[in-house]
C-alpha cells in the first residue's frame, strides 16, 4: 500500500505533510512511502534512512498510490496521473473545490472541513497550524516595533509594557495573546463571539467589548458575518481605541467566507507614530482585517508599519510540519483499520463524511 507526498502546488508553502519522524509508524502499519523530489525542511536522508522512496518522475510516483498526502491543493498534472479512488488529503480548499477532484474519481478530504469537536481535535490542522500563526504574529511585532515589549527598569528609568491589540480571538488570536503576555506586552483582545471573552481573560487579557454587536456567533461555533451596520458600529469602536496600541495583531475570520474588515486606511493615521499592525488575515493571499494591508508586504503608511501575512508558516516550515504531519497520523489512524485492512468508507464516521467533497 503505496502513500505518497508530491511537492506543493504553492512554492512559497514551505511545509512538507509528513516528517521524518512520522515515517516510523506509517511503516509499521505496512504503508511504503514515496516523496515527489522536492525541497522540504528536513535533511533528505532521514528520510531515507527511514526507506522512504524519492523520485523525480511524477508517473513512478503516482502509480499504485493509495492515498496522497498533502499540505495544499494538488495539481491537475498529479490528478492526471492518479488511479481512480486514491485517496486525497489535504488543505484543498474546501467544497468549492470537489468539482476538480470529483473529475478525476479521486475521494479527497478537505482538512478544512473537519468538525471542531473533541474527537475530532488530534487531527485539527487548522488549530495546530492556526496556533503557529499567533506566535509567527507576535514575533514580527517584537522585530519591528521600535521598543521592547516588557517593562524594564534600569538605572535609566523605567520602560513601560507594550500595548498589544488582538483583534479576532479564535486560535491563533488566543495564541498571540499568550505569547505577547509571556513576552511581557499588555494586550486586549476582542471577538464578536461572547464565549471568547472569557478564554481571552483566562490568558490574563482585558476583552474589550464590541458596542452594537449582541452575539456574532454563527453556526458551528464559529463566527457569522457581521451586518453593513455592525461593521460599521465596530469599526467606529476601533477608532476610538487604536491610538492606545501600540500594535495590532489581526486574527479574524469568518469561516468559508470573507475576512471581516475591520481596519480602513484613514483609520491608520489614528495610530500613535512606529505603531505595527500585523494581518493574519492574508496569509492565503486573500484581503485580509485590513483594507491596506497586502499578502507578504511591509508597507509604511505614514509612520505605521503594515505587515501582511502570506504563508507565514513557511517561516517556522519544521514546526508546523511537525505538527501537521502528527495530525495527518491521527486521521491516517481513523481512514485505515488497521485490524481489517480496509479503509473507513467516509458513510461510516461523521468526521469522514464532513471532509469528504467528493462523495
Ligand atoms: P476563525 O479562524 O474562523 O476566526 C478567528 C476569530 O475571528 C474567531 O474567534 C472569530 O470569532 C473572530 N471574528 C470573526 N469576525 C470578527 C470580527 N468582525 N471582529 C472580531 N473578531 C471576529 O476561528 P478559529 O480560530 O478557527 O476558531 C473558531 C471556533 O472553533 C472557535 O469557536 C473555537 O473556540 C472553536 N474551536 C474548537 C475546537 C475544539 O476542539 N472544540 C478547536 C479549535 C477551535
Known sequence: MKIIVPANTVVQDK???????????????????????????????????????????????????????SVGGVSSEILNLLPRHTRIVGLLGGKTQAELYKDFFTQAYALELLPRISRAQFMDVLSSQAALMGYWAVIQVASRLPRILPMMTTAAGTLFPAQILVLGAGVAGLQAIGMGRRLGAKISACDVRAKAQEQVESLGAKFLHLPGIQDGEGSGGYARALTVQEQRAQQEFLKTVLPSYNAVICSALVHGGDAPLLLTKEMLSLCQPGTVIVDLATHLGALGNCDFTQAGKGIRFEEV???????????????????????????????????????????DDPLLEAMCITE
Open 15 to 69: 511545509r512538507v505533510a509528513l516528517a521524518p519522524e512520522h515515517i516510523p509508524s506509517l511503516t509499521a502499519l505496512g504503508f511504503e512511502i514515496w516523496f515527489e523530489n522536492c525541497t522540504v525542511p528536513f535533511s533528505v536522508d532521514s528520510y531515507k534512512a527511514q526507506g522512504v522512496k524519492w523520485t523525480d518522475d511524477k508517473a513512478d510516483l503516482c502509480r499504485d498510490a493509495a492515498l496522497l498526502l
Open 305 to 347: 508599519t503594515t505587515i501582511g501575512a502570506f504563508y507565514p508558516l513557511s517561516d517556522l516550515a519544521v514546526s508546523a510540519s511537525l505538527l501537521y504531519g502528527k495530525n495527518l497520523l491521527a486521521l491516517i489512524n481513523l481512514l485505515w483499520n488497521a485490524k481489517t485492512k480496509c479503509w473507513t468508507s467516509p458513510k
